[in-house]
């Protein structure tokens, strides 16, 4: 039997979102690597502090909602146009007003169903996934930074929890998960 | 009211010292994170509630007979209804229009309150969501059953091929615009409530003792955990759904309100009508809000969430939709006469004088007058006479509906086939039917899910709360 592997992580525990913001900034500048940070709520500016990369959402919700458009177009032109073209009420085949209500309604469709989909993807969140909690007051009322120790192997236990303890962590916990 | 006061003893005293914020608190009681959960998940994770019981049991009663109205109406036809030959659309359209109209109030909350950067939606916006899907699905069994026969509603209504060839429906038709329309309001609607709660449900999830809720609430929270990168993709996407819900919700009524203005009936044909909808929906919409939350946040006891600002607020959004509103109906009037269309006048007079005089000053008392007390602070800032006030808009919005179709269709161009529309016991009991489908579907929210957004009353708690508990 192959032996399971772990990964093992020591947690800074805060309780105000303004002592994380800072804590987060001086732990990046001692040459620590931040495994992620965990909060109830989304805290401004945390992505900034960690250097994460802006949302690619943005973008996708574009690309989706001109797909939108483009279908909506394409659709209506060749069912009122070139398919089966009526007059009705005296009014053009190519009715191009008539068309905008619909067509903005499949942009924004396409563009919200897309983009969403992209961020249930992205974000790997799915029914029965099982969440990964590194402590349960994570979900409730304390922002959790988690720091793998294997990817940290220049520091010792003793120096990232003073390093935790200096940025005004609450609370300091080990958390190990079998991968 | 203690900060306001606070600030005015400093200033009038000899230290000019601010010793309060600008703003008021948006959440009191000195919450802290901790108790946010707990408050919220009292009603989720306890048994439910006597009073909770009694009101489930009335909405199921009233939607189990008016489910018999339903089922006749699908069985004979909808001429169990009291139409005639000059209102082909009455109670069916009105109450369309008026569910639409509600739901309204929840987009806006959520979506064009938070591009605007309002705080104080947070507390109510997930009630108001809700109550926007819950009245959407109340005003789509109109048009449905209006169909007569709804299980070919797939291809009378959605461009699929079907059994006569390549005939398509006709995207010149309003009506059309409609079902585009409601079903992406619907949907997007849905999915923006969907995504803000699933960071609750995670909470509830990380709370649950039970194997059936640790199940239900761990499939529904995807396996959400707050990561940072989670909450940065989560914010892209509830501030992109947002810009793309807020011109939605102005063109979903915008688009009901084509039904009437693109004919060239005398009362509907005119270009006042989008804005003058859109207004009235919001207008109705936040009546319902109030109505609902001012029950909400006495049996759950939510006063610290749901504080008297957020009601004068909502408030102050009612008179400015509610003046809105009445200002339409006076340039109606205008430009009736100024037209100098006979048939134009005539409709609007006859609204005002003729057999439906009662409905139009009904309309007129509600919409026009009422709201207008909420000039007075004091009324403005009485739960009683908000909650009576609410009721009251919401009637009054359903007569304006019910004026602009039935008054402008029962006397036509030729006096020989003018009528007048009473409504029958199936008229009433599908409406009843939707009152009871709204009011059950709100108490299976109410008991199963979170009705405050905890993770976003968290974000605001230590901004905007008069005073911060320390753990």
Not at chain 2, 66 to 83: E, F, K, Q
Not at chain 2, 236 to 260: Q, R
Not at chain 2, 335 to 340: K, P, R
Not at chain 2, 422 to 440: H, K, M, Q, R
């Amino acid at each position: 039997m192959s032996q399971v592997k772990e990964e093992k992580y020591i947690l800074g525990i805060f309780n105000d979102e303004d002592v994380l913001l800072d804590a987060v900034k001086q732990v990046r500048k001692s040459g620590v690597k931040i495994h992620e940070v965990f909060s109830p709520f989304p805290v401004h500016g945390l992505e900034h502090a960690l250097g994460y990369k802006k949302s690619f959402l943005p973008k996708a919700a574009f690309a989706f909602g001109l797909t939108g458009t483009t279908l909506a177009l394409t659709m209506m032109f060749y069912m009122m146009v070139f398919d089966w073209p009526m007059i009705i009420g005296g009014k053009d085949f190519a009715a191009v007003p008539d068309f905008i209500p619909v067509t903005f309604e499949l942009t924004v469709l396409l563009g919200a169903f897309g983009m969403v989909g992209t961020f249930f993807v992205s974000n790997d969140l799915k029914p029965y996934k099982k969440a990964q909690i590194f402590d349960v007051r994570q979900t409730d009322d304390m922002h959790v930074m988690a720091i793998e120790l294997d990817k940290n192997s220049s520091k010792s236990y003793e120096e990232l929890t003073s390093i935790l303890t200096g940025s005004g962590a609450c609370e300091i916990k080990d958390k190990t998960f079998e991968a | 009211m203690e900060v306001t006061s606070s600030l005015k003893e400093s200033t009038h005293g000899s230290h000019e010292i601010i010793t309060a914020s600008v703003r008021q608190p948006l959440v009191t009681g000195g919450k802290s994170m901790k108790d946010v959960t707990e408050d919220v998940c009292r009603q989720v994770e306890g048994k439910p509630t006597p009073a909770w019981m009694l009101a489930f049991a009335v909405s199921l009663t009233v939607l189990g007979l008016g489910s018999y109205a339903v089922y006749r109406v699908l069985w004979d036809g909808i001429g169990m209804w009291g139409l005639n030959k000059t209102v082909g659309w009455a109670w069916d359209i009105t109450n369309f229009v008026w569910w639409v109209g509600i739901g309204h109030a929840g987009t806006l909350i959520s979506a064009v309150l938070l591009l605007f950067r309002q705080k104080w939606r947070t507390s109510i916006n997930r009630a108001a969501e809700a109550m926007t899907i819950f009245a959407v699905i109340c005003a789509a069994m109109f048009p449905v059953l209006h169909m007569g026969r709804p299980w070919l509603g797939f291809y009378w209504a959605l461009p699929l091929p079907n059994a006569f060839g390549s005939l398509w429906v006709n995207f010149n038709s309003p009506l059309l615009w409609d079902v585009f329309a409601i079903s992406t309001y619907f949907s997007v609607s849905l999915v923006f409530w969907y995504i803000g709660l699933i960071p609750d449900f995670a909470t509830v999830r990380d709370r649950a003792k039970g194997a059936i809720p640790k199940a239900v609430y761990g499939a529904l929270s995807l396996g959400w955990n707050g990561s940072a990168k989670a909450w940065m993709h989560y914010e892209a996407v509830s501030l992109i759904l947002a810009g793309m819900a807020t011109p939605l919700v102005l063109s979903v009524h915008t688009i009901v309100s084509f039904d009437f203005a693109t004919s060239v009936i005398p009362g509907w044909h005119t270009t006042i009508f989008p804005p003058y909808f859109v207004a009235g929906a919001i207008f109705s919409g936040f009546a319902m809000v109030l109505t609902l939350m001012i029950i909400t946040r006495k049996v759950y006891k939510l006063e610290d969430y749901i504080t008297m600002t957020h009601i004068e607020l909502m408030n102050i959004v009612i008179i400015i939709t509610g003046s809105i509103v009445g200002i339409a109906y006076i340039t109606e009037f205008f430009i009736a006469w100024y037209s100098g269309v006979q048939a134009e006048q005539y409709a609007f007079i006859n609204r005002m004088t003729g057999p439906y005089w009662w409905a139009y000053w009904s309309m007129m008392t509600c919409n026009v007058f009422s709201p207008q007390l909420f000039w007075f602070k004091k009324i403005r800032r009485s739960i009683a006479a908000t909650f009576f006030l609410s009721i009251v808009v919401n009637i009054g919005m359903w007569f304006e509906r019910f004026v602009i179709i039935v008054t402008s269709l029962h006397r036509d161009y030729l006096p020989s086939s003018w009528a007048y529309f009473t409504p029958t016991a199936y008229d009433v009991g599908v409406y009843l039917f939707t009152f009871g489908l709204f009011f059950t579907l709100f108490f299976l929210f109410a008991k199963f899910f979170p009705v405050v957004n905890m993770a976003e009353v968290k974000s605001v708690l230590k901004s905007t709360s008069g005073t911060i508990k320390e753990d």
